[in-house]
């Protein structure tokens, strides 16, 4: 007997959800950003900058999403038991540090001596980091080698046209076989952390002693980022104190350094990226720089790669607002598309806020870095990399959770990317330095070389008169480091009082005027709640968004 069935309720019909954001062009559709690289003396690059973003806007997002699914795995034997210590990584991580290394993440201002370099190689790095960040560590390393080898004009001489090549070749085998190299770091120690002066690594001279020379290294580092690199800079103690040491993963000889990687980490975030605990086993290396002056030779090393923080922390923000902007264009609530209402305004436009506060300040910074041989700039970008590593990289984790609120429950699943944005967060804030490591750097730099005080509020200064609020807000942080005494439990509300100043001189000059008129009303005059989307009354949220959103889809 036959059955008749009721009609099927229409129960798979999607209705009122998100599209997919289209592939498009990442720098087209930033304003600050692409007003940023005019302004700060790299409109040249404008046209790679198209070209990056156009790329990174298409596939790559993939790419990112499949390295993090299918994360680094450690070989440490092969099958006859031999120690190899190598490491495998799915296609997409390949294809994604190719990507960089062609277009010059890691070396545009080493290979390309022309003003504005820098800038324009923050923006790139910031365009490609905005779909995936664990690459960024060896480009950020490799990149941040450079200027820490040429204290040592023969080593440097060797490794920097393999570190600059704009050939990414993943095999391991000597250096001197490759098409390009890479350049890894480990400082980091069990016992120490951030505390490098308390490694216990040591290295004993092979031969005659000093920089440049043959050393024999013994030690385990606790965090080793990126192990399948081809070189390092490394800490360790000779008889003179802490030193800087160059370690290739292959001997002279061609055959394997005694670099051992003992397990990766299991981390939280940045899980395409293998980091590693590393040991040390007799390890040829040879000495960069001064014996006991190894801090000082790295060094260099680190304030290029807390700028790079900075760069990796704008990224994810900015992405974050994209993907918040996306959705409330088209999921309806209430009657209204979410971003017609009127509180969801003032959220989104309190993101925006803070993203092009990021991005700007990280241009302003890499400008600096291009300007370096004036003294002024190289003060300013001593303090002020320390102080927007601080402040830039503290604020990415909020902002995330905030974009991720946006999208309400279709923002906690994988598919979003907003749950992989928010594991990344922390991490700028972590690498090169933690925020008392910040604070105290800030602080340090500062009673050293006080003029390096007077250049940060000649960059605020610049802004002086077109706002009262920020006029009020500096001569109160002016009068306020005055008192240097017992500053160290004040160092935090200072540091941040720092950024923000910088913030809103840079958004008063170079901002759309709604953008820097909310800045200076929520940041810096206090007309403001504790959570995003306090914005006072009589901002204009329509603008802020207008400019902020990217106009696809």
Same mark, same amino acid.
């Given at each position: ?214 050393? =024999? ?96 922390? =704008? ?205 200076? =009303? ?32």
């Amino acid at each position: 007997m036959a059955i008749t069935l009721p009609p099927a309720h229409r129960t798979h019909e999607v209705l009122n959800h998100v599209p997919p954001l289209p592939d498009f062009d990442l720098f087209a559709h930033d304003k600050a950003l692409a007003d940023g690289l005019e302004r700060e003396g790299a409109g040249w690059a404008r046209e790679r900058a198209h070209e990056l973003g156009r790329i990174v806007g298409g596939e790559p997002v993939q790419w990112g999403m499949q390295a993090n699914t299918y994360p680094p795995v450690l070989r440490t034997h092969d099958r006859s038991g031999h120690r190899i210590d190598e490491v495998e990584y799915h296609p997409a991580w390949h294809h994604l540090l190719g990507l960089a290394v062609r277009h010059g993440l890691h070396a545009l201002p080493w290979r390309e001596a022309r003003p504005g370099g820098h800038v324009a190689r923050a923006a790139l790095f910031y365009l490609l980091a905005q779909v995936e960040q664990g690459v960024g560590c060896p480009v950020s390393m490799t990149f941040s080698g450079v200027p820490a080898l040429r204290v040592q004009p023969e080593v440097a001489a060797e490794w920097e046209p393999r570190l600059t090549s704009l050939e990414y070749d993943p095999r391991l085998v000597p250096a001197d076989g490759k098409r390009g190299a890479l350049c890894g770091m480990a400082m980091t120690e069990k016992q120490g952390g951030s505390d490098v002066r308390a490694n216990s690594t040591r290295a004993v001279a092979l031969g005659p002693s000093g920089p440049g020379h043959e050393y =024999a290294i013994t030690g385990h580092k606790w965090f080793c980022s990126a192990p399948m690199s081809d070189c390092f800079l490394v800490l360790a103690h000779t008889e003179r104190g802490l030193s800087c040491f160059l370690l290739p993963r292959f001997l002279p000889d061609g055959t394997r350094n005694r670099f051992h990687v003992q397990r990766l980490k299991d981390k939280l975030g940045n899980r395409s990226n293998a980091s590693s605990e590393v040991e040390f086993d007799g390890a040829w290396a040879r000495m960069v720089g001064e014996e006991g002056r190894g801090v000082p030779t790295i060094i260099e090393m680190v304030n290029h790669t807390r700028l790079d923080c900075v760069m990796g922390a =704008a990224a994810t923000m900015r992405q974050a607002v994209v993907q918040a902007m996306h959705h409330c264009e088209h999921r309806v609530a209430f009657g209204k598309r979410l971003v017609e209402q009127p509180l969801m305004q003032n959220v989104l436009a309190d993101l925006a806020i803070e993203s092009e506060a990021a991005t700007t300040v990280m241009l302003r910074l890499a400008r600096a870095y291009d300007e370096s041989k004036d003294p002024a700039q190289h003060r300013f970008a001593r303090l002020a990399t320390a102080v927007s590593k601080y402040w830039v990289c503290k604020r990415n984790a909020p902002t995330v959770a905030e974009a991720l609120e946006c999208l309400g429950g279709a923002g906690y699943v994988e598919e979003s990317l907003l749950p992989r944005l928010y594991r990344e967060a922390p991490l700028n804030s972590i690498w090169e330095g933690s925020g008392n490591v910040m604070c105290l750097d800030v602080l340090r730099a500062m009673g050293r070389d006080p003029e390096s005080v007077d250049a940060f509020f000649a960059e605020v200064g610049l802004a002086a008169g077109a706002d009262r609020r920020l006029d009020g807000f500096a001569n109160a942080l002016r009068d306020e480091l005055g008192d240097f005494d017992a500053i160290e439990p004040r160092a935090r509300r200072i540091v941040e009082r720092m950024a923000l100043a910088l913030q809103g001189s840079l958004l008063v000059r170079h901002s759309d005027p709604a953008v820097a008129d909310a800045f200076c =009303a929520s940041r810096l005059g206090g007309d403001r709640g504790l959570a995003f989307g306090t914005l006072p009354p009589g901002v204009d949220c329509a603008r802020i968004i207008a400019r902020a959103r990217p106009a696809v889809g």
